[in-house]
Every structure is written in structure tokens, then in C-alpha cells.
């Protein structure tokens, strides 16, 4: 369990480093002089080091021993979430930031496997959900508590703060996480047979589209809040949808083994409620607390659930399978980035719920329509 709590903490840095420019936007933009529009763009070129890195470095280091890639792509971590915080270039915290999406490509392919190889095979589903949980954390406690920090000590404190919890979880794998082989060079198969595998692409599709629903919103969630009159709650509601996700993630890893299906599309149509009612009751605060709550419960899950699903469908080409998820999970952060970016400049935050809404659309039907393979009403058994 040591390890398995390693390996969340590195999940935790990994989704925090990525979503921490969400909560301290507006400062982050002050101190770098450029529009929150432009500061958007951190979470963007950090999808984009994932996305454009993820596939060939697995592939390049698929014989690295598993204890010393997870090593080298969390000492990464420290070093450009040092250079973010130290930065006063808009182009040198681009660099960073692009440094950290590289390290998150070595670390996401290689995390879900981790956890997987640490437990017995009855349980390996429920060692994605320990690992994954790291993601929920995140989001509700380490952005609210990056906004706070940002609002008390100044945004780079935020990033400094996630340097040295990234060296003691360097110190903490070197002494409590088991080393693991890398793969044989004989014994790889190429990386984009996977997609010949039936179920692979519609999990993949799903991925590509619903989070890039999700990043729409939350990576200008902040921006959003200020529309509707409610900048100083930024902390709260974060802190609202994290500690929800958190209770999502744990009923998701209770009955992931007999309801992924189920869990599923019950996901997608609680997000799309929450934007619904983003869309159009945001002028009630209370409601958007309610709404942030059925996003945090719709979310929370939600990489555990693809994960899994990737890791099913995939069967032998689990690896490469886990690979492009990433890769297009982060295609996906970009992407909403983009164009949360250009909604802002051209139809202004109030645009951002009714994207997500238009989105998620064909993620439902994806779901539904995969219902032999993907998203089995039946999970097959554990290998």
C-alpha cells in the first residue's frame, strides 16, 4: 500500500501541475503581462509536450526498469515547476510548462501499469482506482488550496510548494517502490496495432471528446466564476467539486468490477446536467455550487473508468492501448485550452457550458452504441 500511495502522489503532481494555472489565472496573467486568454495557454502547451512525446518515449524507454523512468519523469517535475515559479518570461514559462507535459507523458503511460503489476489480479482494478484517486485530490484540495496560496503568497509560492512535495515523493518511491523490468525488445509489439483491437477506438474517442468537454470549462473555470460575479468564490467552488470527486472516485473503485458501463454514462449525463445548469442558472451562486457538485460527481471517476476500459478492450495491447489514451487525453487538454481560449475572446465565458453541452452529445452516443466492445455490459475477466 506504500507504494501504491507513492504512486497516487505522483498522480496527484502530475493532475495538479497540469491544472494549477486554472485557480491563480488572473494573478498568473498580472505577473506575466498578458491576457488570462494568453496565460490559458500554460494548461495548452503542457497537454501539448504530453500529447506530442507520450508515444515515442514510451516506446524509446519500454526497456527502461519501471522504478527508474518514474524516477527521471517526476525529477522533471521539480525541475520545471521550479522554472515556472522563478520565471517572469511569458516564453520561458512556456518552456517549463511544455517540459512538465513531456515528464507527464513518461509518467501517465507509465502509472496505470504500475499499479496494475503491485497487485494480484483480482485487484488490479482497484489499484488504478487507489492510483487515480491522486486525480480527485488534486482538484479538491491541492487547486483550491494553489488558489488560496496564490491569493495569500503569491501564485510561484503555489509552484515552489509543488517542487518540494515532488522531492520528497522522489525520496519516498526510492525507498518504498519495487522495481519492475521494462519490456524485452522482442516482445513489443508495434504501438498502433492496439488500434485493431475491437473497443480500443471508441474508448479512445470517448477520451479525446469528453475531455476535451471537461477542459473547455475547468481550464478557465476561474474566468467563468468572474463572469457570473463570483471571483472571490474561485477556492470554494473548486474545493466544492474536488471533494466530490473524491466520494466519486471511491464509489467508482467499489463497483467499477460489475458497473463500468453503468458508471459510466451515468458520468457523462452528470456533467452534462452540471453544464446545463452553468448554461442556464448561473446567476443563482447556490446553484452553482450544485452545479460544481454534479460535475465533481460525473467527473471524479472519469479516469479511472477510461483507464480501465483502455486497459479491458485492449487486452495484450493494454500498454499501447494506455499509450495513445494519454496521448489523446492530452490532445484533449490542448484542444479545450484553444478553444476555450478563442470562445473567451470572441463569445465571451458565458459560452463555455453551452460547448460542453454540444460535446458530450456524441460522447453518449459513443457509450451507448459500444456496448459488445468498450464499454461492456459485462467487464470481461481479469487477465
Known sequence: MSALLALTTAVFITSLTETLPAGVLPAMSGSLH???SATGQAVTIYALGT??????LTAA???WQRKRLLLTAMAAFAVANTITAVSSHYALTMVARFLAGVAAGLAWALLAGYARRLAPPHLQGKAIAVAMAGIPVALSLGVPAGAFVGETLGWRAAFLAMTALTLVLLAWITAAVPDFAGQRAGARAPMLRALTVPGVVPVL???LVFVLAHTVLYAYVSTFLQHVGMADATDAVLLTFGVVSLVSIWFTGAHIDRRLRTLTIASVLLVAVAAAILATMAGSHALVYVAAALWGLGWGGVPTLLQTAAADAGGEAADSAQAMLVTLWNVAMAGGGIIG???LE???????PVSVLLLLAPVLVVVVVARRHGFPAVRPPAA
Open 34 to 36: 498578458v491576457s488570462e
Open 51 to 56: 500529447a506530442l512525446t507520450a508515444i515515442p
Open 61 to 63: 524507454t519500454a526497456g
Open 205 to 207: 474517442v470517448v477520451t
Open 341 to 343: 481560449g478563442v470562445l
Open 346 to 352: 470572441t463569445l465571451g465565458a458565458g459560452s463555455f
